[in-house]
C-alpha cells in the first residue's frame, strides 16, 4: 500500500498544476498578510480561500486525476493487489498531496503571521476540507463512467455545497421565519463540510457576538470542548463515508 | 445666655473655622464625635487608621479630610457616609464594607438633598452603591476610584449614581466592576468629563430622562452591554471613547428616545454595534471614527433626521445596518473604506454615491437566525449583485459625497 | 486450471457474456477468437477480474476468485491497449511493477533484451508509440514468470520482427508447461502456437475444441480458413 501511495504522491507533485496551486497559494496569502493592515483581516481575506478556493481544486484536480489514471488503476488491478488497496492508496496520494499544498502554500503562512487558535483553527479545517473533497470527488469518479460527466459532477458539488446548500438554508429560513431557527441550524450545518468550518473558524475569531443570537446559540454548541469533537467527528465522517461507499463502488466496478 | 452663645457662634463662624483632628494621639477617637463636635464651616482631619463608624451623618457644612486615606468601614450593615446638609466636602477617605440590602440602597456616600457637595479623592471599594446623589444640586464629583466584584445585576448597585439632581458635575472618576458605571435619571444641567467606566456588568453609563446633559472626553471600555442613553434631549456626547463593547447585546452607544443631540468626535471601537438608534430624533453625528464594529451604525426605522456627516467609517464589517427605508436620514460626506468608486474630477469626493447598507444586512436584521450565513459564498456573492443592481436595499439611503479618503481625526 | 462456468455479464442492454462456461488447463494454448464484440475481452476481463460477472463464477486452482485476488500473481496479462502514467519513463513503470510485485523472487527480464528497450529507459510513457507501447506491456506481462499468460491482441502494432520475437517468447513459455490464452485478429499468427480454440459470438461460446479437431472437421489445415468455414456454416 505504501508503495502504491508513494508512486502516486511523486506523480502527482510533479503535476504541473500542482506546482501552480502551491505557487499560487503562497502568492496569494503572502500577498494577504502583508497588504492587509491587520492580521485579523488577513486571516478573513484566508477564510475565504479556504472556503472556496481549497474545496474547488481539490474536488477537481481528483476527479480529474482519477480519470486520467484510468489506465493505470488498470495496471494495478491486474496485478496481485487487492481493489481496496489500490483504490485506498490512490485516495492517500491524492489526499495526501493535496494537503501538503494547502500546507506548504498557505498553512505555514498563516501560522507565520497568526500563530494563534485561530491560525491553527484554518489551517486544521483547511486541510480537513482537501481531504474531504477529494473523497467526494473519489466518489464521483467512480460513479460516473464518463470523463466529461465525472468533472461536471464534480464542479456541481462544489457548486452545491459552496453555494446552493447555503442558498437552501436561506430558503428555509425564510419559509420558517416564524419558528426559533438556530438549533435546527446546527443540525443542518453538520451536513456541509465547508459551513462548518466556516462557522468552527469564525467562532475562534470571536465575532460570534457579531451574529446576536443565532452565535450564542452556537457558541453554546460548537464553543464546548464536546461540541468541538462533535464537529471534528463529523468532518471526519464526511471523508469516512464518501470514501468507504467509493470503496465498495469500486469493488464491484467492471474496468 | 443663649443670645450670648448665639453671637459667640456667628463671631466664630464668621472669623474662623475650626480644626477637628481624629486618629489615635489626636483628640477625636471617632469621626462621628469629631463631627458632632464641629460646627458649620470646621474641618475635621481624620488621620490614617480604620475607623467603624456605622453609619456616619453629617448634618453641618463642614469639611471631612482624610490623611492617606483612613478607611471608614461599615461592617456591611450600614452606608459609610451620609451627607444630609449643604456645602460639605469629603475628600481622601476609603470606604469599604457598605451595607447590602434589597430595600434600601445602601452607598458608600450617599447624598440627601443636598447643595454644594465636594466628593473628591475617595477610594471606594466594594460597595453597594459607590456614590449616591438624591436631589443633589451643583455637586462635584470627582478623582474617586471606585471598585467592586458585581456578579448579577440583582445583588449589585451602580458606581455614580445621581436621581433627580442638578448641574452635578462628575469628573475624572475610575468605575469599575459595578452594575451601572454611572447612572443618571432625571439628572439636569450636568456634565461628566474625563471618567474611565470599564468591567462593569451591564452600562458603563446610564442615562435616563436627563436633559441638557454633556458628557465629554470619557472612555468606555468593555461593559456588559456598553452605554445606554434613553429617553433624554438635548444629550451632548463629545470625544469619548467606546471601546470592545463586545458581546451578543452590547452596543457602543444605545440611543433610545433622544431628540436633539450631538454625538460628536467619538471614537467607536471593536463594539458589536457602535450606535444603535431606536426612536431617535434630530441628532447629528458628526467627525466620528468607526473602526472595526460589527455594526458602525444600527438605526432603526423608527429613527428620524439623523445626521451622519464626516465620520470615518474603518473595518467595520457592516457599516449601516437598519429595519426600514431609512429616507428620513441623511448621510453626507462620511469616509467609507468600502466605498469603490472613483473621483474624475479630483475634488476629494466621489463621483458616484455610496450605498452603506448591504442586501445581507437588511436579510439578517430581519430575520436574524440567517446570520449563521455570515460570510458565506453565497452572502458575499447576494452583495456584490444588489451593489450593481440595487433591488431591495432603499434606494435613497446613500451618502452623495463619499470621500475619497478619510478625514484625519 | 481456470474453470468459468455459467458467466454471464450485461452492460446495459448488451448481453457481453451469455452464460459462458470453459476450461483450461495446464500447458494449453488457447486461441479465443470471435468477430469484434464477441465477449473476448469481457470473458479475459473477468478472469483477471477487472469486470465482476453479474452471475455465474470462475474459479482457478480450485479458488473463487472472487475473494481471492492473490490469484493473479499467478497471471501475466498483457491488455489490448497498453496505458500507463503519462509521467513515467520505461525505467520507471518497469521498477515500479518490480517494486509493487515483490511477491516475485526472480525477474524474467528475457523480453526487454530482445526487444532491445534499455536505450529507451528514459524515455515518458506518453512520447511512446503504440508499437513500443505494447512491447512494454509485453515485457511486464512476461516479467514475474507466471503461470499462467493472458494476451489481448498480443501481435497488434507490433512490427514484424518484434512479432516473430513475442511469438517466439510465447512458444518457449508453453514447453514450460505454462496456460497461454490469446485472443487475435490475426489468425494467421497463431497457427504455430494453439493447442486450442474457444470460439465466441455475441457473448456466446460457440464451441472449444483441440485444433487437430477443428482441422479433421473441416478438413482445413489453416485456422483461418477453417474458422472462416465455422463462420459460413453457422
Redesign the interface.
Known amino acids: 500500500m505504501q508503495k502504491i501511495i508513494k508512486y502516486v504522491i511523486t506523480d502527482i507533485l510533479r503535476n504541473k498544476i500542482m506546482l501552480a496551486y502551491t505557487a499560487f497559494l503562497l502568492i496569494l496569502s503572502f500577498s494577504i498578510f502583508s497588504l492587509e493592515d491587520s492580521p485579523s483581516k488577513g486571516l478573513l481575506s484566508m477564510l475565504n480561500i479556504v472556503l472556496i478556493i481549497v474545496p474547488l481544486m481539490s474536488i477537481i484536480f481528483s476527479t480529474i486525476y482519477i480519470y486520467n489514471s484510468a489506465e493505470f488503476i488498470e495496471l494495478l488491478v491486474s496485478q496481485p493487489l487487492r481493489r481496496k488497496t489500490i483504490w485506498l492508496s490512490l485516495f492517500a496520494g491524492l489526499a495526501g498531496s493535496l494537503s501538503i499544498a494547502f500546507l506548504a502554500g498557505a498553512g505555514i503562512v498563516v501560522l507565520i503571521y497568526e500563530p494563534s487558535i485561530t491560525g491553527l483553527m484554518i489551517t486544521v479545517t483547511g486541510v480537513f476540507l482537501s481531504v474531504i473533497f477529494s473523497a467526494i470527488a473519489m466518489l464521483a469518479a467512480v460513479t460516473t463512467r464518463d470523463k466529461a460527466k465525472g468533472i461536471g459532477t464534480a464542479i456541481l458539488l462544489w457548486l452545491y455545497f459552496s453555494l446552493l446548500f447555503d442558498g437552501l438554508v436561506l430558503f428555509l429560513l425564510f419559509q420558517f421565519s416564524d419558528y426559533p431557527m438556530e438549533k435546527p441550524m446546527i443540525l443542518v450545518s453538520l451536513f456541509n463540510p465547508i459551513d462548518l468550518s466556516r462557522i468552527l473558524i469564525l467562532l475562534k475569531m470571536d465575532i460570534s457576538a457579531m451574529m446576536g443570537y443565532t452565535g450564542a446559540i452556537f457558541k453554546d454548541f460548537f464553543g464546548t470542548g464536546t461540541g468541538i469533537l462533535i464537529s471534528f467527528i463529523v468532518l471526519l465522517l464526511w471523508i469516512v463515508l464518501p470514501v468507504g461507499l467509493s470503496v465498495r463502488k469500486f469493488n464491484n466496478k467492471d474496468l | 445666655m443663649k443670645i450670648l452663645t448665639l453671637i459667640f457662634c456667628c463671631c466664630y463662624l464668621g472669623s474662623f473655622a475650626r480644626i477637628l483632628k481624629v486618629g489615635r494621639q489626636q483628640p477625636y477617637a471617632s469621626v462621628t464625635a469629631a463631627v458632632a463636635a464641629a460646627d458649620n464651616g470646621d474641618t475635621v482631619i481624620v488621620e490614617k487608621g480604620v475607623y467603624f463608624e456605622k453609619n456616619l451623618v453629617i448634618g453641618k457644612s463642614i469639611v471631612l479630610k482624610g490623611i492617606d486615606h483612613p478607611v471608614l468601614d461599615a461592617e456591611k450593615k450600614y452606608e459609610n457616609i451620609s451627607v444630609r446638609s449643604n456645602g460639605v466636602t469629603i475628600d481622601g477617605f476609603l470606604l469599604q464594607h457598605t451595607g447590602v440590602s434589597s430595600i434600601v440602597d445602601f452607598a458608600a456616600i450617599k447624598i440627601y438633598n443636598s447643595r454644594n457637595v465636594t466628593v473628591i479623592n475617595n477610594i471606594i471599594n466594594d460597595a453597594f452603591f459607590g456614590i449616591y446623589s438624591q436631589y443633589g444640586i451643583h455637586c462635584l464629583i470627582k478623582n474617586n476610584t471606585l471598585s467592586a466584584k458585581a456578579k448579577n445585576e440583582q445583588e449589585s448597585g451602580n458606581g455614580i449614581h445621581c436621581w433627580k439632581s442638578d448641574s452635578m458635575q462628575i469628573i475624572a472618576n475610575t468605575i469599575s466592576g459595578h452594575r451601572d458605571g454611572i447612572y443618571f435619571e432625571f439628572v439636569t444641567h450636568s456634565v461628566i468629563w474625563r471618567n474611565n467606566s470599564f468591567h462593569n456588568i451591564r452600562y458603563g453609563l446610564h442615562f435616563m430622562f436627563s436633559n441638557e446633559d454633556a458628557y465629554i472626553s470619557n472612555i468606555f471600555e468593555n461593559n456588559g452591554a456598553g452605554v445606554a442613553v434613553m429617553f433624554s434631549k438635548g444629550v451632548k456626547m463629545f470625544n469619548n471613547y467606546f471601546k470592545e463593547n ?5 452596543y457602543g452607544i444605545l440611543l433610545k428616545e433622544i431628540n436633539d443631540s450631538y454625538i460628536e468626535n467619538n471614537h467607536f471601537e471593536k463594539n ?1 454595534s457602535a450606535i444603535y438608534a431606536e426612536g431617535a430624533n434630530r441628532i447629528l453625528m458628526k467627525k466620528n471614527v468607526f473602526k472595526n464594529n ?2 458602525a451604525v444600527k438605526i432603526q426605522a423608527s429613527c428620524s433626521e439623523v445626521t451622519l456627516e464626516e465620520n470615518n467609517f474603518l ?1 467595520n ?1 457592516f457599516d449601516i445596518g437598519t429595519n426600514g427605508s431609512l429616507v428620513l436620514n441623511r448621510f453626507n460626506k462620511n469616509y467609507w473604506d468600502k466605498y469603490e468608486g472613483y473621483d474624475l474630477n479630483k475634488d476629494g469626493e466621489g463621483d458616484i454615491p455610496y450605498r452603506p447598507v448591504s442586501l445581507y444586512s437588511m ?1 439578517a436584521e ?16 447576494m452583495d456584490k449583485t444588489e451593489k450593481v443592481i440595487p433591488s431591495l436595499t432603499p434606494e435613497n439611503l446613500k451618502d452623495d459625497h463619499p470621500l475619497m479618503k478619510p478625514l484625519p481625526l | 486450471m481456470i474453470i468459468a462456468t455459467n458467466v454471464t455479464k450485461k452492460f446495459g442492454r448488451l448481453k457481453a457474456l451469455d452464460n459462458v462456461s470453459v476450461t483450461c488447463n495446464k500447458g494449453e494454448c488457447i486461441a479465443l477468437v470471435g468477430p469484434n464484440g464477441s465477449g473476448k475481452t469481457t470473458l479475459i476481463k473477468s478472469i483477471l477480474g477487472m469486470v465482476v460477472p453479474d452471475s455465474g463464477f470462475i474459479t482457478f486452482n480450485g479458488n473463487n476468485i472472487l475473494h481471492h485476488w492473490k490469484y493473479r500473481a499467478q497471471i501475466g496479462y498483457m491488455p489490448q491497449i497498453g496505458r500507463y502514467p503519462d509521467n513515467m519513463t520505461i525505467g520507471q513503470v518497469l521498477d515500479m511493477m518490480k517494486d509493487i510485485r515483490q511477491d516475485s523472487p526472480t525477474f524474467d527480464e528475457d523480453l526487454i533484451h530482445t526487444f532491445d528497450l534499455q536505450p529507451l529507459y528514459k524515455k515518458r510513457m506518453r512520447t511512446l508509440s503504440g508499437g513500443t507501447r505494447q512491447k512494454v506491456s509485453a515485457c511486464i506481462s512476461f516479467l514475474f514468470n507466471p503461470d499462467v499468460l493472458i494476451l489481448d491482441e498480443p501481435t497488434a502494432g507490433l512490427d514484424p520482427v518484434a512479432s516473430e520475437q513475442l511469438k517466439e517468447k510465447i512458444i518457449l513459455e508453453k514447453k514450460k508447461g505454462k496456460l497461454v490464452m490469446i485472443t487475435s485478429h490475426v489468425l494467421s499468427d497463431l497457427d504455430e502456437l494453439v493447442t486450442q480454440v474457444i470460439y465466441m459470438q455475441d457473448g456466446v461460446l460457440r464451441f472449444h475444441k483441440p485444433i487437430e479437431e477443428i482441422r479433421t472437421d473441416t478438413g482445413e489445415q489453416k485456422l483461418a480458413r477453417a474458422i472462416a468455414h465455422y463462420m459460413q456454416h453457422s
Open positions: 463586545w458581546g451578543d447585546a452590547a458589536t460589527g455594526w473595518e464589517t436579510i430581519k430575520n436574524p437566525p440567517v446570520m449563521i450565513l455570515f460570510r458565506s459564498f453565497i452572502t458575499s456573492l
